[in-house]
């Protein structure tokens, strides 16, 4: 429905503005264990309940870097 689609909009949106900060904080794309625990950090307080959060955090976020 619309409001899904909003806030799944909106999702993608914060993830350009996260990306944006870990280039920024100087994650390396490549270090998925660096990724793992910067999402894991910065993300999962406010994600970590969304749907497949743990197997795709990491992976959006280097896909946006």
Do not use: C
Request: glycine content about 4%; charged content about 25%.
């Amino acid at each position: 429905n619309r409001q899904q689609f909003i806030e799944i909009l909106n999702y993608w949106e914060h993830q350009i503005e996260f990306a944006q900060q870990a280039v920024i904080d100087g994650v390396d794309p490549h270090d998925w264990a660096g990724l793992n625990k910067y999402t894991d950090e910065k993300l999962g307080p406010t994600d970590r309940e969304m749907f497949r959060y743990f197997e795709y955090a990491a992976i959006n976020l280097s896909r946006y870097m």
